[in-house]
């Protein structure tokens, strides 16, 4: 089977017009196949709008965000949602990068987060630094709130395969060959294989992630193809604390495996992903814990890299999933981000594992101070903070979208500074 | 020579214990309790001119009482405020902490002393906090570092750990040059080449609480038992602006003569659970229908006629340790020897 690609076509500047096309960097969003990708009895109106790096735009509301990418005439993106399952991989995967698609609007659970397209809060959400179609939708009179969110979210996905389908036959930017798996029988050279293991929030309508199509909640750890991640085998639905998720777009670019794909057969050996739900109560995550280290020793990781979704009762998934791995002998590296109040003195975690090396993706309680903006989108206000959603306002960085990236997008961290030293308030990011 | 005022509970003051905890503030002449140790160990260098005494449920749980207290060291022309040793403490640490925050914030010289491990010790901002024994077998010992930290503070000179200074470093964000995700490679080939674990952590670990059980009640036939919830149950439409999310407030709604929690009368509004079943019955969330039979049943004394609430999703450990020394010292106060708390 050949070396799965990511066909790279670079985008530098977006704008509607009548039909959708690719040309030169430039992507052109024909404003009625955006109708059309979103067309569903749950959905009264969409209305798309663009907002790109630099600009003085806030988007409030934000919910799930894609990467536009498309297999070409063949099919197979987004498996279980708008391609069949478990198909041989291997082939070609056109990527639009430097584009997203996202919707922003209100949907029950949704804890209200904001993206600035410009400005400090801009340095920190990986989705400042991409050009946005966003997506403002009103409700179908009658409709429920679990159609109106899974109709955003196929509609999400059509569109970014549809926008994607433009560029398949322009000369790409880059190819990049992604390295798969050795398996545990295979030669390493010497070398360590190392892993990753992939919680999954898993809370129920709102607060959920599908894989195939279906929720992980109730599944055991299991074994994936990354190369299965890449086409779109993980979707977001989880509208958490905002810093704290991971849209699609992250699991698309999956954050681990790209940085141990780019070590492979230098000084390790990429040795897998498992994906493993978060269940709500004790003896649920006990059990994935311990499935989860079993599993990585059968398929024979030397190591891990453990990455969570969502704010303290993840926080004990991570731990008590690095406790097991570590007890097995297999080291595990987890992700966390800290909560260690708005002056950074505080206690940095509320659950951590018994010992073990962790990596901090910074204090959630950090306050940011943003200004005003030209417009907003996905909203007249920002309810979170009570104010106009154009507004100058001071939040937490807990609120910016992807900011504390738990998959490890992000470059945010923390670092102690003695006691002696006046702690700093705000504008360290 | 300076002039050092001193804050102290009830308790040292020789003023009375428990029964004592609501006393308002009020300021002596000269030292007091453990001030006239420390006045000898600050020798002739130094002169405690006065202590101001406050209760320690009054200090922990009423609004504006830091400013009042700031205002009565001022009055008595402090030059130097130490508050404390507060030890283990948490109501006096808290006391402590804030009054040496405020001092510091105003531009008068403070320090606060207390057990590393004070829930209180979060409070003190900027302030420098000086290292206490657990309790008040270790006064001398604690107050000979604390006379000579004051002593420095006069010098205008900055505390540091040799002076016996605590409280935790600050956590400071900033942008590095690689990912979280690539750092974690970097971090796991270092584990893999033999490094400790500790060794090659971003976020030092340990400095975990543990909550010792209190004693059982003895009488609960006898007790008064509050109900308490951090599952941001408000009357319907939220009149007080709860947060959903990072409480920075608690909220206290009365209870009194309702036998059950209507539906429709209240809500929960956190951000950090699927809210619907709480809604239709919020006797799920807080069990006061089930509470008010125990009480006709004679199986408790009496139901406490506040019901104490805050939203516990995202709230900092710091934020959620002072809400629970103020609602220990509100419940105290109130005669209350129990109480049920509800989390979500």
Not at chain 1, 46 to 68: G, Q, T, Y
Not at chain 1, 325 to 336: F, H, K, N, R, T
Not at chain 2, 169 to 187: K, Y
Not at chain 2, 293 to 319: C, I, K, M, P, Y
């Amino acid at each position: 089977m050949p070396v799965p690609q990511r066909i790279v076509h670079e985008v530098n500047a977006v704008e509607f017009g009548e039909a959708t096309r690719y040309r030169q960097r430039r992507l052109v969003v024909g404003s009625d196949e955006v109708a059309a990708a979103f067309a569903d009895a749950a959905l009264a109106a969409v209305r798309p709008h663009l907002a790109s790096p630099a600009e003085r735009v806030r988007i409030v509301k934000p919910l799930d965000v894609v990467e536009p990418r498309s297999r070409g005439p063949e099919g197979g993106t987004f498996p279980g949602w708008l391609a069949p399952i478990n198909r041989s991989r291997g082939g070609q995967t056109h990527v639009l990068r430097g584009a997203a698609v996202l919707a922003a609007g209100y949907l029950p659970r949704n804890q209200e987060g904001l993206v600035d397209m410009s400005g400090p809060a801009a340095d920190l959400s990986p989705f400042s630094r991409t050009h946005n179609i966003v997506v403002e939708f009103d409700p179908a009179e009658d409709a429920s709130w679990a159609d109106v969110d899974a109709a955003v979210r196929r509609g999400l996905l059509r569109l970014a395969v549809h926008l994607a389908d433009a560029a398949v036959d322009a000369e790409p930017d880059a190819v990049e060959d992604l390295a798969q798996p050795h398996r545990a029988v295979d030669p390493t050279g010497g070398l360590p294989r190392v892993g990753a293991i992939t919680n999954l929030q898993t809370q129920g309508a709102f607060k959920d992630v599908f894989v195939y199509g279906r929720s992980m909640a109730g599944s055991l750890p299991t074994l994936i193809d990354p190369a299965e991640v890449d086409d779109g085998a993980v979707v977001s639905g989880q509208y958490g604390h905002p810093a704290l998720r991971n849209p699609t777009y992250v699991h698309q670019n999956h954050p681990v495996v790209a940085a141990l794909r780019a070590r492979d057969g230098d000084d390790l050996r990429f040795a897998g992903l498992v994906l493993c739900p978060e269940p709500v109560e004790q003896a649920g995550k006990e059990l994935m814990s311990e499935h989860a280290a079993w599993l990585c020793r059968a398929a024979g990781f030397d190591a891990v890299i453990v990455t969570k979704e969502g704010a303290g009762n993840a926080d004990n998934d991570l731990a008590l999933k690095v406790d097991a791995l570590e007890a097995a002998g297999v080291p595990a590296v987890p992700l966390y981000p800290e909560l260690s109040g708005p002056d950074g003195t505080g206690p940095p975690l509320v659950a951590g594992p018994r010992r073990g090396s962790l990596v901090s993706t910074g204090n959630y309680d950090q306050r940011v101070s943003l200004p005003a903006v030209e417009r907003a989108l996905g909203g007249p206000r920002l309810d979170v903070a009570d104010v106009e959603a154009t507004a100058a306002v001071e939040v937490p960085v807990a609120t910016i979208l992807g900011a504390l990236s738990p998959l490890g997008a992000g470059r945010f961290t923390c670092r102690s500074t003695p006691p002696q030293e006046e702690p700093v308030q705000e504008g360290a990011a | 020579m300076m002039r050092v005022v001193h804050y102290i509970n009830q308790f040292y003051a020789g003023l009375g214990g428990e029964e004592a905890a609501g006393l308002s503030p009020r300021l002596l002449d000269g030292p007091a309790g453990p001030g006239r140790l420390l006045d000898q160990l600050l020798g002739d260098e130094h002169e405690v001119v006065a202590t101001v005494v406050c209760g320690d449920n009054h200090a922990a749980g009423t609004a504006g009482v830091t400013e009042e207290l700031l205002g009565m060291v001022r009055e008595a022309g402090a030059e130097l405020l130490l508050t404390g040793p507060a030890f283990g403490s948490g109501r006096y640490g808290m006391a402590c902490a804030r009054l040496a925050a405020a001092g510091t914030t105003a531009g008068l010289p403070s320090l606060a002393a207390m057990h590393p491990d004070n829930p209180g010790i979060g409070e003190a901002g900027t302030a420098p906090v000086i290292a206490a024994g657990a309790s008040a077998r270790k006064m001398r010992a604690s107050l000979q570092r604390v006379a000579p930290a004051l002593a420095k503070l006069a010098a205008g000179q900055a505390l540091t750990e040799q002076d016996g200074r605590v409280g935790r470093s600050a956590r400071l964000g900033r942008l590095v040059e690689h990912t979280a995700a690539q750092r974690a490679v970097e971090l796991v080939l270092r584990r893999l080449a033999g490094e400790d674990a500790d060794a090659v952590t971003e976020i030092p670990l340990g400095g975990f609480d543990s909550v010792e059980p209190a004693a059982p009640v003895e009488k609960v036939g006898a007790a008064s038992v509050a109900l308490l919830t951090e599952g941001a149950l408000v009357p319907a439409g939220n009149p007080d602006r709860l947060e959903s999310a990072r409480a920075t407030r608690w909220l206290r709604y009365s209870v009194d003569g309702l036998d059950t929690l209507a539906d429709g009368d209240w809500e929960s509004v956190d951000g950090g659970f699927a809210t619907t079943a709480a809604n239709a019955d919020p006797n799920r969330l807080v069990p006061l229908d089930a509470a008010r039979a125990l009480q006709r049943d004679g199986a408790v004394g009496g139901l406490h006629d506040e019901l104490l609430v805050t939203v516990g999703n995202g709230t900092s450990v710091v934020t959620a340790r002072r809400f629970g020394v103020e609602w220990a010292a509100r419940l105290r106060a109130a005669g209350v020897q129990a109480a049920i708390l509800t989390a979500t």
